[in-house]
T-cell receptor, first 112, second 114 residues
Framework: DVKVTQSSRYLVKRTGEKVFLECVQD?????MFWYRQDPGLGLRLIYF???????EKGDIPEGYSVSREKKERFSLILESASTNQTSMYLC???????????FGPGTRLTVT | AQKITQTQPGMFVQEKEAVTLDCTYD???????LFWYKQPSSGEMIFLIY??????QNATEGRYSLNFQKARKSANLVISASQLGDSAMYFC???????????FGKGTRLHILP
């Protein structure tokens, strides 16, 4: 079974803190993705990585950065968390050219 | 630009009835794929079904079928004989075959009533 894990299910941080969200997959997938999910807006792509140290901006990259030092791990970084970054964050992975993405359980982040 | 539209924010359906969740899409790519994902209240995204733009037949997976009408650019999900466990958020999504990124619709929340 493909497994995508995320470091926390729930996280509460203060405004201005640096926040790291970690995602690990165990299927040797080349592609990894970070999405943000908000009510009424669906899933929006923040960043995408197609290889180690390679990244591409998604639709809403402002306020976020990413790191992919190893193939199995993709980190989302909020350099200075703000209240408008309170959201559900979903990580996914896939093979290149594959139509199915496998999702992690999500991290619900609250910034106060 | 690609776009997915789900016009039903919420639906209430009686148990055992069939359900149709609407999805229309827009793309200029000649080759693409369409998907549906289910998200229960626990939050995980569950892949349900896939339809390729060149597939001649509508995709089916158990109680799920995708009603693909290419000329109308629609990809509706049909759930036969609904069950209480089908209550969830459902997302329609699309991927151009030249790209590994998927775009999602805003979702439809389905409530199955006993």
């Amino acid at each position: 079974d493909v497994k995508v894990t995320q470091s926390s299910r729930y996280l509460v941080k203060r405004t201005g803190e640096k926040v790291f969200l970690e995602c690990v997959q165990d299927m040797d997938h080349e592609n990894m993705f970070w999405y943000r999910q908000d009510p009424g807006l669906g899933l929006r792509l923040i960043y995408f990585s197609y290889d180690v140290k390679m990244k591409e901006k998604g639709d809403i990259p402002e306020g976020y950065s990413v790191s992919r030092e190893k193939k199995e791990r993709f980190s989302l970084i909020l350099e200075s968390a703000s209240t408008n970054q309170t959201s559900m964050y979903l990580c996914a992975s896939s093979f290149v050219d594959a139509y199915e993405q496998y999702f992690g359980p999500g991290t619900r982040l609250t910034v106060t | 630009a690609q776009k997915i539209t789900q016009t039903q924010p919420g639906m209430f359906v009686q148990e055992k009835e069939a359900v149709t969740l609407d999805c229309t899409y827009d793309t200029s790519d000649p080759s693409y794929g369409l998907f549906w994902y289910k998200q229960p209240s626990s939050g995980e995204m569950i892949f349900l079904i896939y339809q390729g733009s060149y597939d001649q037949q509508n995709a089916t997976e158990g109680r799920y079928s995708l009603n693909f009408q290419k000329a109308r650019k629609s990809a509706n999900l049909v759930i036969s004989a609904s069950q209480l466990g089908d209550s969830a958020m459902y997302f329609c999504a699309m991927r151009a075959n030249r790209d590994d990124k998927i775009i999602f619709g805003k979702g439809t929340r389905l409530h199955i009533l006993p």
